[in-house]
């Protein structure tokens, strides 16, 4: 192994918003499966983001947590739709906060991708386009339900904030509901919320401006995107850009970039390792949206080895590296990067992490105990 990183750009410090983040490393939000029954954050939340942060990841995006029961995705989410859920949350936080890592709560909204047995209703979209792998015709929210919508994502922030997250991260990505406005495949709306990329976008920006007269603009906000839904009739980076340069003078902080949805049959974590070349597969959009803004921009998308990582900062093609898989399997991964005692990560990409009985390595499942 070569020596320590630690003059590495990667560890150098760059603030999102008013947050200081100690370096360019960021766990990307991961569905965990760790929630009670109600939705509260438990201790192996607690344990699982004070292992990230000890590890020396710099921000900790949290898994998605709904911002009412009608946006549930699946079992084991987290909830932020109540505010008995505010002392909940404090232990999660408080657990970081004893290193420099910085966290931030992703709040979400699944729209049609969930199921009625998990919803207690008819799952809601901005229009009732079906969903060929949930096999759902979903309904066709009322301007009501959007205006109630918007209230529910602010009220989210504001329960963030009020435990001790040190930002939000909204998620207008992967065919969730906000996605799924955004996108022309399934908003197929002619009043003031369909049609043209403004009007699509208006519920973004009515959240976003909502947050910002509620906690101001020392708060981070930032938010996850589709560049692309690799869908024919989907949102491509044009449009995804002009909403993220829409949103930037409201008070936007960051902007991570993915893509796809379950539909399109590729979504943002693909299966399989890639050579160098071809990590960051996500990174070729980042790009585009760098050149268009001056809010940080956070590139993912396989990437495993640290001089890709290192390279694409130093390129100021992306300014953070955002990574789910890798972390999972190991916690200490940037520490180990800034010591000199790793190159790469020995995530296989096999995508079994993904458990219902809670997200860990299913690589390292399967190896008997020592």
């Given at each position: 192994?070569?020596?320590?990183?630690?003059?590495?750009?990667?560890?150098?410090?760059?603030?999102?918003?008013?947050?200081?983040?100690?370096?360019?490393?960021?766990?990307?939000?991961?569905?965990?499966?760790?929630?009670?029954?109600?939705?509260?954050?438990?201790?192996?939340?607690?344990?699982?983001?004070?292992?990230?942060?000890?590890?020396?990841?710099?921000?900790?995006?949290?898994?998605?947590?709904?911002?009412?029961?009608?946006?549930?995705?699946?079992?084991?989410?987290?909830?932020?739709?109540?505010?008995?859920?505010?002392?909940?949350?404090?232990?999660?936080?408080?657990?970081?906060?004893?290193?420099?890592?910085?966290?931030?709560?992703?709040?979400?909204?699944?729209?049609?991708?969930?199921?009625?047995?998990?919803?207690?209703?008819?799952?809601?979209?901005?229009?009732?386009?079906?969903?060929?792998?949930?096999?759902?015709?979903?309904?066709?929210?009322?301007?009501?339900?959007?205006?109630?919508?918007?209230?529910?994502?602010?009220?989210?922030?504001?329960?963030?904030?009020?435990?001790?997250?040190?930002?939000?991260?909204?998620?207008?990505?992967?065919?969730?509901?906000?996605?799924?406005?955004?996108?022309?495949?399934?908003?197929?709306?002619?009043?003031?919320?369909?049609?043209?990329?403004?009007?699509?976008?208006?519920?973004?920006?009515?959240?976003?401006?909502?947050?910002?007269?509620?906690?101001?603009?020392?708060?981070?906000?930032?938010?996850?995107?589709?560049?692309?839904?690799?869908?024919?009739?989907?949102?491509?980076?044009?449009?995804?850009?002009?909403?993220?340069?829409?949103?930037?003078?409201?008070?936007?902080?960051?902007?991570?970039?993915?893509?796809?949805?379950?539909?399109?049959?590729?979504?943002?974590?693909?299966?399989?390792?890639?050579?160098?070349?071809?990590?960051?597969?996500?990174?070729?959009?980042?790009?585009?949206?760098?050149?268009?803004?001056?809010?940080?921009?956070?590139?993912?998308?396989?990437?495993?080895?640290?001089?890709?990582?290192?390279?694409?900062?130093?390129?100021?093609?992306?300014?953070?590296?955002?990574?789910?898989?890798?972390?999972?399997?190991?916690?200490?991964?940037?520490?180990?990067?800034?010591?000199?005692q790793a190159e790469r990560s020995a995530c296989l990409?096999?995508?079994?992490?993904?458990?219902?009985?809670?997200?860990?390595?299913?690589?390292?499942?399967?190896?008997?105990?020592?």
């Amino acid at each position: 192994m070569n020596g320590t990183k630690e003059r590495s750009i990667l560890f150098s410090p760059l603030k999102v918003g008013t947050a200081e983040i100690p370096n360019r490393f960021v766990r990307s939000a991961t569905h965990e499966f760790l929630a009670g029954k109600d939705g509260r954050m438990t201790e192996r939340h607690r344990d699982l983001y004070r292992a990230l942060a000890e590890g020396g990841v710099g921000l900790i995006i949290t898994g998605h947590a709904y911002v009412n029961r009608a946006g549930i995705a699946s079992p084991g989410q987290t909830a932020a739709d109540d505010d008995r859920l505010i002392e909940l949350f404090r232990p999660v936080p408080e657990a970081v906060h004893g290193t420099p890592s910085k966290i931030f709560l992703q709040i979400a909204h699944a729209g049609r991708q969930t199921k009625e047995r998990l919803t207690g209703g008819v799952p809601l979209a901005p229009s009732a386009v079906p969903d060929p792998v949930s096999k759902v015709t979903p309904r066709e929210m009322t301007e009501g339900e959007i205006h109630g919508l918007v209230r529910d994502f602010i009220q989210a922030a504001r329960r963030a904030a009020a435990a001790g997250f040190d930002g939000v991260q909204i998620h207008a990505a992967h065919g969730y509901l906000l996605s799924g406005f955004l996108s022309p495949h399934t908003n197929r709306r002619t009043d003031a919320w369909g049609g043209s990329t403004e009007n699509r976008a208006r519920v973004v920006v009515e959240i976003l401006a909502g947050i910002r007269a509620e906690l101001g603009r020392k708060f981070p906000v930032i938010m996850k995107i589709n560049a692309s839904d690799f869908l024919p009739s989907g949102l491509e980076p044009e449009e995804a850009i002009a909403v993220a340069r829409r949103l930037e003078p409201l008070g936007l902080d960051g902007v991570e970039v993915s893509g796809g949805m379950a539909e399109a049959g590729r979504g943002s974590v693909w299966p399989g390792l890639r050579t160098e070349d071809e990590e960051g597969y996500f990174v070729g959009d980042a790009v585009r949206f760098k050149a268009a803004l001056k809010i940080p921009v956070f590139g993912l998308g396989g990437i495993r080895t640290f001089r890709v990582m290192e390279r694409f900062v130093q390129e100021g093609r992306v300014d953070f590296i955002s990574l789910s898989r890798p972390l999972v399997r190991e916690p200490d991964l940037v520490r180990r990067f800034r010591l000199g005692q790793a190159e790469r990560s020995a995530c296989l990409s096999c995508n079994k992490c993904f458990n219902p009985r809670g997200l860990s390595c299913g690589d390292l499942r399967k190896r008997p105990s020592p």
